[in-house]
T-cell receptor, first 110, second 116 residues
Framework: EDKVVQSPLSLVVHEGDTVTLNCSYEVTNFRSLLWYKQEKKAPTFLFMLTSSGIEKKSGRLSSILDKKELFSILNITATQTGDSAVYLCAYKTSYDKVIFGPGTSLSVIP | DTEVTQTPKHLVMGMTNKKSLKCEQHMGHRAMYWYKQKAKKPPELMFVYSYEKLSINESVPSRFSPECPNSSLLNLHLHALQPEDSALYLC???????????????FGPGTRLTVL
């Protein structure tokens, strides 16, 4: 059965800390891995990863995929209170199916 | 226009009512999705339309009936729902269902549904 596992499930850090969120998956027909940030409403897209070893960056956020070991990480440096959210990892199959992991709830305290 | 819109934002309905959720995008995306999200849980895929044809139905009960009248619109018709169907219903779209181009999903703001 296809599945996505995220760790930790919740995390509390202080402003300025660096965090690493983990996502591992066991899927068939893998096509891409997606990271989303969800605050109170709909998820907002962060990254899409399809190739191993190529880091994607956007400001203080970065992500990388390891297709051999079937995992991805999302790094956030110099965290701010506005980074508090649930971070969702999802994979997309060749048949356009998207399956989400349980999410990591990040709280950044001043 | 780079957004997905959903109406209504909130909906309260009884178990005998019939209602519809609407989703619209004008980005030329050819894949559209319905998700259900319960509190503190990730979105769960319900349906996928690719090129206006239903391509995935994740064993959703027949009291939920999707419809894709054209490439910009997606509806979800609701009938005889149960209280446990109360959730946030999210619509999403992506550019190219089967190609190799960048294929992130854009989500709408969701409809918060309460079934009494």
């Amino acid at each position: 059965e296809d599945k996505v596992v995220q760790s930790p499930l919740s995390l509390v850090v202080h402003e300025g800390d660096t965090v690493t969120l983990n996502c591992s998956y066991e899927v068939t027909n893998f096509r891409s891995l997606l990271w989303y940030k969800q605050e109170k409403k709909a998820p907002t897209f962060l990254f899409m990863l399809t190739s191993s070893g190529i880091e994607k960056k956007s400001g203080r956020l970065s992500s990388i995929l390891d297709k051999k070991e079937l995992f991805s990480i999302l790094n956030i440096t110099a965290t701010q209170t506005g980074d508090s959210a649930v971070y969702l990892c999802a994979y997309k199959t060749s048949y356009d199916k998207v399956i989400f992991g349980p999410g990591t709830s990040l709280s950044v305290i001043p | 226009d780079t957004e997905v819109t959903q109406t209504p934002k909130h909906l309260v309905m009884g178990m005998t009512n019939k209602k519809s959720l609407k989703c619209e995008q004008h980005m030329g995306h050819r894949a559209m999705y319905w998700y259900k999200q319960k509190a503190k849980k990730p979105p769960e895929l319900m349906f996928v339309y690719s090129y206006e044809k239903l391509s995935i139905n994740e064993s959703v009960p027949s009291r939920f009936s999707p419809e894709c009248p054209n490439s910009s619109l997606l509806n979800l018709h609701l009938h005889a729902l149960q209280p446990e169907d109360s959730a946030l219903y999210l619509c999403a779209s992506s550019q190219d269902p089967s190609g190799t181009s960048s294929n992130e999903q854009f989500f709408g703001p969701g409809t918060r549904l309460t079934v009494l």
